[in-house]
């Protein structure tokens, strides 16, 4: 069983790529389970950084500073009583919420969190990743549609006529990054995501740097394209709580809302993670060219250990800093246990072999969680865009830029 | 400005006075809408502020119909009254001043005067299907049309 | 900016046809849609009824009357004094400014007048009220139109002038700080050194609330253009205050028809040109720095003295009626009250701001977007507790 699992690891392919049933079968559950972490942990994050950037506390009670509301939120949501509207069509109304969560975890396959940390390395991975992602439509159309109510109608027709202006403008974009991994000497391009991050290893650059400002251009406007697909604010229309009340899932509750809220979040993820495959050189470690060597190497690797140290050490902060009143004696001793598991796991992440595994993973985790960030950031600072307004911006703004990068970066490419 | 109108309309101007600095004057309904647009075009009383009514149950013409006017040229404040006897109509304002609208409406369902040539005179704070105008004095303080609380919100009495 | 009303005299009074609801609404194009009474954004229980060809705003009627508490009917069974207290929870976000126009007109019926030291306490916390009146309006106009985080910083804000409240006659929203006659409170102690301080805390904010808005482009394309109403068609329609200012009217009752001191301090009427949702913004932001002027000039000069003229135990107003009314933070409030010469009202008419406003929305939305009708019933800035009284 050792010798399977050493022998696994020492391959240098994807399982999908080696046919692997198995370790497919086993990175799927650790990636489905690593969405619903990451998941709980957004829900959590997003409520204590937006509540931080408004001068407030944010969840205080459930658990220290907060830690466990998202797991009260989800049993609450869980034993919430299920109600389905009288007039709605009940097969769609049911299957709507599973189309989207599948679609938006299907994208996952061919998410590269490593060079072999993935499903599989599609050779079609950016179409695959497209066309899945663009499904996800279908789910929310279906949703709105069976309410039969007028809110979700309109968020549902808001949505969709959102979601396949802005893929048109994200799509370009994500072709003048493939196009740049064929402006090589070699001349080879490539769809697959491994390949892409692969490309931006051997052209020893991240693609939103290549071509300057091309590369970024192209960034930018996938950047903005995917907080319209993903329906986050400043481009929250069809679920702005002012005018729509919820939008499209306005008549879904309990479980059903969860996976519309869970195929949110993994949604925000799948898109990040995207961009930070195509132009932030995904699981490279920044500077891999400047800073070589077997000094720099070892200062990298140590990040991953570095960071949950000192989210330890914020843990230990605060346990410092609970009241010393015994009605908080639980939450104090929860809120070291928590610090411990962090600095225990930071400790191992030292280890040699494990943190050259990790730290693909690292890096890559890193560069979305950054992305995460500015999506909260976003929801903190802008108001919400008007409907005609938002289709200007998609179809007179984004769409010309990324036609415009597009055949500049072809030129530019051909020229160099 | 008063002698003017009273040159004008005689008898239809019953009383022109000033009531702690306040002008006020009392008319017959009958010309006044006639009154309230050449106020408006000719005394440069622009802005409706106000249409509300009273109701005196012992007078034989129960209500007083006040429209307050302000003038913003003038900075000046004038009230026209008109008194109406119960079940009477008045013609309606709002062509003259389309903020005349809801206070007009409003008027009609405190007190129950209607307003003739008013485009849509129904109920505007209580509920459509209620009995009953609660300003007039015979309403009492704790009254309520009990079939409408009994029907519409299922419950025996709303007190 | 066409003026409507008299070009189109019909636009403003047609209404809704409302038959049956369509059940099967897919397939016509208009869609009836009811926003409210429970809706994120109706401020309140207003119920506006829209008709849409798609997203775009056929026509609206507004149903209102959720919060009626049949005010006027109460003033006819209450002392003048007891009444007063009822006026607070009309519009009870500037519940200082209702206390004041009320304590005024019966001020004014029974001729007497508040001594000066009171009258510029009232000015003091008639200023702070509008101030965290437009604070509110802000956050929650913001909040409307998808910023959420100035609600935060505005009802952080908010929250010291309702200290200030607290401490001055120990309620902070509906504050019943003023009597018949003047003021019952003096003043407490440090209270001078407190508003001045606050001034100093809250001119940098306001700044704060500027930079996150004003200049913001979506905040600009959101607003500007959207709402418009000419100065004409607010005229008629009778429409007052902040927004009745942005269409480029330059009238305030402050100055037109000074009451308590306003008379005697230096401020401006800040007025917009376009008569749009960012004018409105920009005229609010405006008089919020007015007002910080006032109060800057108030605490100054603030007069020694007694703060009670001398009324009578039993208010016996003389036979009349009297109608005066004051610049709240929404526009004209008015009281008409009439007195049988007993010690209760004959009849008190409140002259609502929100409601005569709230009869612009449906010419105001006419023709734009759903989330269009968000942001003007944002920017008339009602209070539906006066809407409905």
Known sequence: ?416 | ?159 | MPDRTTTDPTTYLSHLELGEPDKTFLDSNELIINMGPQHPATHGVLRVILKLDGEKVLGTECVIGYLHRGVEKIAEHRTYAMFNPYVDRMDYVAAVSNGLGYCEAVEKLLNVEAPPRARYIRVILTELNRLASHMLWLGTHALDIGAITPLFYTFRDREEILKIFEKYCGARLTTHAFRIGGCLYETYEGFEGEVKKFLDFVTPKIDEYEELLTTNRIWVERTRGVGVISEKDCIALGVTGPVLRASGVKWDLRKAQPYAAYAEFDFEIPIGQNGDTYDRYLVRMQEMRQSLRIIGQAVERIPEGPIMAKVPKVIKPPVGEIYHSIEAPKGELGYFIVSDGSTQPYRVRVRPPSFVNLQALDIMVRGQLVADVIAVIGTLDIVLGEVDR
């Open chain 1, 1 to 416: 069983m050792l010798d399977y699992i050493k022998s696994y690891l020492s391959s240098d392919v994807t399982p999908g790529a080696a046919g692997n049933l198995f370790w497919a079968f086993v990175y799927i559950l650790l990636i489905f389970l690593g969405l619903s972490v990451a998941v709980i942990a957004m829900n959590w994050l997003e409520r204590k950084i937006l509540a931080h950037m408004q001068v407030r506390l944010g969840p205080m009670r459930v658990g220290p500073h907060g830690l466990l509301q998202p797991i009260a939120d989800a049993i609450k949501l869980l034993i919430k009583e299920d109600i389905m509207p009288a007039e709605a069509d009940p097969f769609v109304f049911w299957v709507a919420p599973i189309v989207v969560v599948i679609t938006t975890f299907t994208v996952f396959i061919v998410v590269p969190f490593g060079p072999t940390h993935a499903v599989t390395d599609m050779n079609i991975g950016v179409l695959f990743m497209l066309g899945v992602s663009s499904l996800s439509v279908l789910g929310i159309v279906m949703a709105g549609w069976a309410s039969n109510s007028h809110y979700p109608l309109m968020g549902a027709l808001r949505s969709s006529a959102q979601m396949v202006s802005y893929e048109i403008a994200m799509a370009l974009a994500v072709v003048s990054a493939v196009l740049m991994t064929s402006l090589n000497r070699e001349g080879t391009g490539t769809l697959s995501m491994i390949g892409i991050v692969q490309a931006q290893q051997v052209q020893q650059t991240w693609f939103v740097f290549k071509f300057f400002p091309l590369g970024l251009i192209a960034f930018f406007i996938f950047a903005v394209a995917m907080i319209a697909e993903t329906n986050r604010a400043p481009f929250d229309l069809p679920e702005a709580e002012s005018e729509l009340t919820a939008g499209f899932h306005t008549e879904y509750s309990g479980f059903r809302w969860s996976l519309f809220f869970l195929a949110e979040y993994s949604a925000m993820i799948a898109v990040s993670s995207i961009a930070v495959t195509l132009w932030l050189g995904g699981w490279l470690r920044p500077f891999p060219h400047w800073l070589r060597g077997e000094p720099s190497d070892l200062v990298f690797s140590l990040f991953p250990g570095l960071t949950f140290l000192f989210l330890a050490a914020m843990a230990f902060y605060s346990t410092a800093r609970m009241p010393k009143h015994p009605y908080f004696r639980v939450q104090t001793i929860g809120l070291a246990g928590f610090g411990a598991v962090l600095a225990l796991v930071g400790l191992i992440l030292f280890v040699r072999p494990v943190r050259d595994r990790i730290q693909d993973i690292y890096w890559f985790s890193t560069k979305v969680a950054f992305s995460m960030y500015m999506y909260i950031w976003y929801r903190g600072t802008f108001p919400r865009y008007r409907f005609d307004q938002l289709m200007k911006v998609g179809w007179k703004v984004l769409l010309p830029m990324g036609i415009g990068v597009l055949i500049l970066t072809a030129f530019v490419g051909v020229l160099l």
């Open chain 2, 1 to 159: 400005m008063v002698a003017k109108l009273k040159g004008q309309y005689g008898s239809g101007i019953r009383e022109a006075s000033t009531y702690l600095g306040q002008n006020y004057m009392v008319v017959e309904p009958s010309i006044i809408v006639e009154l309230l647009q050449i106020l408006r075009d000719r005394e440069q009383f622009d802005y409706c502020v106000d249409v509300t009514a009273l109701h005196y149950p012992q007078r034989e013409k129960q209500f007083d119909v006040i429209w307050i006017l302000y003038s913003f040229p003038r900075n000046e404040r004038i009230r026209v009254k008109t008194m109406i006897a119960d079940g009477e109509t008045v013609p309606s304002s709002v062509t003259v001043w389309p903020a005349a609208n809801w206070l007009e409406r409003e008027v009609y369902d405190m007190f129950g005067i209607r307003f003739d040539g008013h485009p849509n005179l129904k109920r505007i704070l209580l509920p459509d299907g209620w009995k009953g105008h609660p300003l007039r004095k015979d309403y009492g303080i704790i009254q309520q049309d009990q079939e409408w609380v009994q029907i519409n919100l299922g419950i025996e009495s709303g007190q």
